[in-house]
């Protein structure tokens, strides 16, 4: 499976973006993608991730805010990301994992990384 993402960027606080990943596999509906990302001297977090049904788990902190979204007719995933913070600076990584429930589980399949950096 490899994944690239897309569409990071410099936005001010309050703005927009939509991060899309484009996965090469054969099978994409037989695989959980989410959402990832690493803010500057801190762990990688978990984000969002869906599964083939359109179900979703997100974190708490970017619930109403960041929304998964994916398109298995075209082998891709993306989050629109509304109403952005400051805090929400960070590299987003776009993942995958084969399976079908799209809470827990452990990610075995990364993208490069996008650069998201909202100014105050």
């Known amino acids: 499976v490899q994944l690239q993402a897309s569409g990071g960027g410099l936005v001010q606080a309050g703005g927009s973006l939509r991060l899309s990943c484009a996965a090469s596999v054969r099978t994409f509906n037989n695989y959980v993608m989410a959402w990832f990302r690493q803010a500057p001297g801190k762990e990688r977090e978990f984000v969002s991730s869906i599964n083939w049904n359109y179900n979703t788990e997100s974190a708490n902190s970017v619930k109403g805010r960041l929304t998964i979204s994916r398109d298995n007719t075209k082998n891709t995933v993306h989050l629109q990301m509304n109403s952005l913070k400051p805090e929400d600076t960070a590299v987003y990584y776009c993942?995958?994992?084969?399976?079908?429930?799209?809470?827990?589980?452990?990610?075995?399949?990364w993208g490069q990384g996008t650069q998201v950096t909202v100014s105050s």
């Open positions: 993942a995958a994992r084969y399976g079908t429930i799209a809470a827990g589980g452990s990610y075995n399949y």
